[in-house]
């Protein structure tokens, strides 16, 4: 089990926020307590949903429970995907509605939306999920459309009764929506190694792995096809899998 010296202990809460050993950046929890060798599989989904039953399958037969951020449009469009992840147990979240750019990827402190357009925008996500029996009390984690956010989005957030969320940076598992015509296209091969490589040379306790339940068809090379894998792999390294409001709630 890894843990933190002084010295690290002591910067990481004066440039994260570290809280209860929770990691903060910009007003978002990214990663739980790394004294606890838990880890908690995060999916996001928008527009595609076909790693749906196949992540499923995976889950059950492994008993691992996991965690899942869908837009409004995702919820609409899949409810029975959705309606058999909630009975099986797993977190449902809210990942805006329309999956919103809330911020410039160039300036990352210059909004793109008003207060009022997301909050209205969020609202309807959480009416879509209320619609498929999921409520905002058991739902208050938010993980942020694109996976980017600012603090100011974070203060928004937490006025609306809500808590933000976002992966652990590290590794190249939030990769796996490119296709081979982009230029920051990753390989699943090259997302795993990146994992595996991260986990041996720093660990990966209290981590939040951020996977997509779906990417477009011209990305043949599916990572969510290597979960069994993955899941096998760090439970070996003694790793527990939980779902995401279990690994924050006592950060």
């Known amino acids: 089990m890894r843990k933190y ?6 910067l990481c809460f004066i440039s994260l926020n570290c809280v209860a050993q929770a990691l903060v950046v910009k007003g978002a ?3 739980g307590d790394t004294s606890a060798q838990s880890i908690a599989l995060v999916f996001t989904g928008h527009e595609f949903a076909d790693g749906g039953e196949a992540i499923r399958e995976v889950l059950k037969k492994t008993a691992t429970p996991a965690s899942f951020f869908l837009t ?3 919820y609409r469009g899949f409810p029975s995907l959705v309606k058999a992840l909630k009975k099986e147990g797993h977190y449902l979240g809210a990942h805006s509605d329309k999956h919103l750019l809330y ?23 959480y009416r879509e999920m209320r619609k498929l029996g999921i409520r905002k009390k058991e739902a208050r984690y938010f993980l942020p ?10 203060e928004w957030t ?17 990769a796996d929506y490119t296709t081979p015509s982009m230029t920051n296209y990753r390989s699943s091969e090259q997302i795993m190694a ?7 040379e720093k660990g990966m306790n209290g981590f939040i792995l951020l996977v997509h339940i ?7 090379d599916k990572f969510y096809q290597r979960l069994t894998q993955l899941i096998g792999e760090l439970r070996q390294k003694g790793y527990s899998f939980v779902r995401v409001d279990e690994l924050l709630s006592q950060s």
């Open 5 to 10: 010296g002084v010295i690290g202990a002591f």
């Open 29 to 31: 929890k990214v990663r």
């Open 72 to 74: 409004g449009d995702f």
């Open 103 to 125: 911020c410039s990827w160039e300036k990352r402190d210059s909004l793109l939306v008003t207060r009022k357009e997301f909050v209205t925008d969020l609202k309807n996500n």
């Open 145 to 154: 459309p694109y996976e980017w956010y600012n603090e100011q989005i974070a």
């Open 158 to 174: 937490k006025a609306e009764g809500l808590e933000l969320i976002n992966f652990s940076s590290g590794t190249l598992s939030h």
């Open 194 to 200: 990146s994992i595996r490589r991260y986990e041996a």
């Open 214 to 220: 779906g990417t477009h068809p011209e990305r043949t």
